[in-house]
């Protein structure tokens, strides 16, 4: 059904990776998230909570940078104090490393415009001469076309199998490098339209699936079976179902053991194909129109 769909929305949608530690922790962490292009500009488009977590590594890094600055040759105990000072601790993101995927030969700058009101933001790459996609996404130009009911696929990034990194020793810091696996496979998941959201005023703003948007989906676009985009995955909540199961007695592998079972369905919420086109053309960022 979302054969011919998938190939076209790759096209234009990309993975972003990062990397990040605690203080005093020599395991990196792997995360994702996606955002997909609108145009040959630079603008992507991408979700605002994904927006403040990129923009968030570089306050992170300065105060991580200083630590290193003030700490230099320092004892032990001393360099505790620098730590404490600046509000580091063991519980803490100490340092995180951004970076775009496949998405253009070089950046310069990165500016950032939030809605006001959803999770939705538009992402600018300034300083590139080469954009690495190969087409544009087509918005649905009739938002009442989309009802109940309809099968609609997502794209995205949620398995971080990236291994193109290190923890420098030397430097006490973590970098990217050339080696290692620097990507990690789309994975499509598709679902049913089953609600719109809407806000206090009755304007709707979102559509519920009957699948959860997983993990680094966020950002990713989601379409119909030819490509065109309806709306992008920002997040999924968690409803009780009710049919909960308490001290039931099951025989498993030949024993006997009691169960608690607590029954959740897991749904996506996406932003609305009208909200996303309503941003866009109030930024002034060019699209086009299926």
């Known amino acids: 059904m979302f054969v011919k769909a998938i190939q076209e929305v790759a096209g234009f949608t990309r993975a972003i990776h ?20 609108v145009n040959e500009e630079g603008w992507a488009l991408t979700c605002k909570h ?3 977590w990129i923009a968030q590594a570089d306050s992170i890094n300065k105060v991580f940078h200083q630590y290193l600055s003030e700490s230099q040759n320092l004892s032990a105990q001393l360099s505790k104090t620098v730590a404490k000072k600046l509000g580091l601790d063991e519980s803490k993101t100490a340092e995180m490393r951004i970076t775009f995927v496949d998405c253009v030969d070089k950046i310069q700058n990165i500016r950032f415009v939030h809605h006001p009101e959803y999770d939705l933001a538009l992402v600018k790459i300034e300083g590139f001469e080469k954009l690495g996609v190969t087409n544009f996404p087509k918005f649905l130009k009739d938002d009442q076309a989309v009802q109940p ?39 499509p998941l598709e679902g049913m339209v ?28 989601m379409f119909d079976g030819e490509g065109t985009i309806i709306g992008m995955q920002s997040r999924t909540k968690h409803l ?19 169960v608690n079972d ?28 299926a």
């Open 18 to 37: 990062s990397i990040s530690r605690n203080f005093g922790s020599q395991k990196a962490e792997r995360g994702a998230a996606t955002l997909f292009f």
């Open 50 to 52: 994904v927006a403040q």
């Open 149 to 187: 009911g309809q099968m609609l696929c997502r794209l995205g990034f949620p398995f971080p199998e990236f291994s193109n990194f290190q923890l420098n020793q030397e430097k006490n810091q973590l970098e990217w490098i050339q080696g290692g696996q620097a990507r990690s496979p789309r994975f």
């Open 194 to 221: 089953t609600r719109f959201l809407g806000d206090k005023n009755g304007k709707i703003h979102g559509i519920e699936m009957s699948t959860p948007g997983l993990r680094g989906q966020s950002g990713g676009p």
């Open 240 to 258: 009780h179902l009710g049919f909960d199961i308490e001290e039931k007695e099951i025989v498993a592998h030949g024993k006997l053991k009691k």
């Open 262 to 289: 607590y029954a959740f369905i897991h749904l996506g919420e996406c932003v609305h194909v009208s909200v996303i086109k309503e941003f866009m053309t109030q930024q002034g960022v060019k699209f086009q129109l």
